[in-house]
């Protein structure tokens, strides 16, 4: 794919008329008292001064190379991962801290956390590198995956956050280690030939041409660290880059459904969310794609799909307790006005959505609306093949899809159902299953039981269970459309034949045969 097209340049050029002077970041500065001063109606400031009590008295996690390379030689443990998760952890939290303390005792360790984290040879996950033969840690070719888009997103709320506080060299540090870690390599790629960049066969950053949430959230975590640390040419570029690929990302979401799952939907939905906010604020309500058709219709998925009032589906590879996203919840009744109490513990630690709720631009107040009663009785996906059905008050419930096993994060469950009443299921579907490095998402992926057809209410047909009988990785949208425009042929599928719709009663019939790889099926 042509990346920064025609189109794109002179899109670029438009947008330059929107973006504002100076630095652009959900952050607020250390020195803006009215603002931290009050920061307690937000978050529990008492509890958020003792984790980072906690952890300025902890060592903060060194990753060396034997650590990082560790799936070189065994597999599972996840040392790297522990410890980058908690080192941002550590990093972002005192940060809230000292900006509501204001006492500047914790300034010295987030100086030197920060020249830690910019001093590791990669910011990418050990396991995502090592597809490529660690070339991001040697240097051979830079990538970006979920956790470095993340850190370089984060850190530049930090910076903005702490401003002078940082030592100036940390802070020229960590604007030149985010380029060179994640900006620059995204802005290097899009003029890049993926013929002549592959390594072990795969094409660096090859979530550019994804409809899954990797291309949410890794494109969300590069432009937003983007907007903060780069020239308003580049600002302007990475908005009109980001317009672009980010409408594959919605043609994963067909009638507003997410096919990765509700905790899927929750996270790329969620990132995307934070960008799209983000960009606004850019360009000083200028652009607003939360508000496009389509995006608007995902952001009540998590309104519309209930079983009942507290039982939610739990397709593919979501926890068997899953709900909807209490960040992207809140986003919603914020923007349509409907009243939702939600705490800091409840959206997540991640700095840019803490300041982003309790920053909030009342601009975005009461600017769209949604008919909450239409979908009371039911939800049907069409496109999908999906029904929840329900009583009036949500009491009672079933959920049942066609759908395809032609997804990312894919249980073979066509036909699958769930009942539930209250908060109870009485046939329930089993969710997802501890990650298994080399497996769970190998060819050999449904040999595990529960993501096969076995582990789901779907009958077995002439001894014979759903294909595919070995999993590979998807780069389509759910009707098979490749990035390219092409389409890959999508084999194993549910059809719905009938529907029947009315007030005492729903019926859908689905036919099940193209979901085996049996002959002679009628």
Not at 258 to 285: H, M, N, P, Q
Not at 395 to 410: D, E, F, K, M
Not at 501 to 518: S, T, W
Request: aromatic share 12%; proline share 2%; hydrophobic share 35%.
């Amino acid at each position: 794919m042509e990346y920064i097209t025609q189109q794109v340049k002179e899109r670029a050029e438009e947008i330059k008329k929107y973006l504002v002077n100076g630095e652009i970041s959900v952050g607020v500065k250390i020195t803006d008292r009215d603002f931290w001063d009050n920061m307690y109606k937000h978050i529990d400031v008492k509890d958020l001064i003792s984790r980072a009590e906690k952890y300025i008295s902890e060592p903060f996690p060194e990753i060396t190379e034997e650590i990082y390379l560790e799936h070189k030689y065994k597999k599972g443990n996840f040392v790297s991962d522990k410890l980058m998760f908690k080192s941002m952890r550590m990093i972002e939290q005192t940060v809230l801290a000292e900006c509501v303390e204001n006492k500047g005792r914790f300034v010295p360790y987030i100086n030197e956390w920060i020249k830690s984290v910019c001093n590791r040879k990669s910011w990418v996950r050990a396991g995502h590198d090592s597809v490529f033969g660690y070339s991001d840690y040697y240097g051979v070719h830079g990538q970006i995956d979920l956790y470095s888009s993340s850190v370089a997103w984060r850190l530049s709320v930090c910076d903005c956050c702490m401003g002078d506080k940082l030592e100036r060299d940390v802070r020229e540090k960590l604007k030149n280690k985010t380029r060179e870690k994640v900006i620059d390599v995204f802005f290097k790629r899009l003029h890049e030939d993926p013929d002549k960049i592959k390594i072990n066969g795969i094409v660096p950053l090859y979530w550019l041409d994804a409809f899954d949430n990797w291309l949410s959230v890794c494109l969300g975590g590069v432009v937003c660290a983007g907007l903060y640390y780069c020239s308003n040419d580049e600002k302007a570029l990475l908005i009109a880059v980001y317009e672009k690929l980010i409408k594959n990302y919605l043609n994963s979401l067909p009638e507003g459904y997410c096919v990765e799952g509700l905790s899927y939907w929750g996270y790329g939905f969620g990132k995307f969310i934070a960008a799209a906010d983000t960009i606004y604020r850019a360009c000083d309500g200028g652009i607003d794609l939360y508000s496009q058709k389509g995006f608007f219709e995902t952001a009540q998925l998590g309104l519309r799909i209930g079983i009942t009032n507290s039982v939610y589906p739990t397709v593919g590879d979501c926890d068997i307790n899953t709900k909807p996203e209490a960040f992207c919840m809140e986003y919603l009744y914020k923007r349509t006005g409907m009243e939702y109490e939600c705490q800091y513990e409840d959206v997540g630690n991640d700095i840019y959505i803490v300041m982003m709720m309790s920053n909030w631009d009342v601009r975005l107040s009461n600017t769209l609306k949604i008919n909450t009663a239409a979908d009371n009785l039911r939800t049907y996906f069409k496109k999908q093949g999906i029904l929840i059905s329900r009583t009036a008050d949500r009491s009672l419930g079933a959920y049942i899809q066609a759908g395809t096993n032609h997804n990312p994060h894919n249980h073979n469950d066509i036909g699958g159902f769930i009942i539930a009443a209250g908060d109870e299921c009485f046939v329930s579907d089993p969710g997802t299953s501890k990650y298994i490095p080399n497996l769970t998402f190998s060819k050999n992926r449904y040999t595990l039981e529960v993501l096969s057809s076995l582990g789901h209410s779907v009958p077995r047909v002439g001894n014979k269970l759903q294909g595919p009988a070995e999993f590979e990785s998807v780069n389509t949208n759910s009707d098979g459309k490749r990035s390219d425009g092409a389409y890959d042929e999508v084999r194993f599928k549910g059809t719905v034949t009938e529907t029947e719709f009315c007030g005492d009663k729903d019926r859908i019939v689905i036919d099940l045969k193209e979901a085996y790889d049996c002959e002679n099926l009628n």
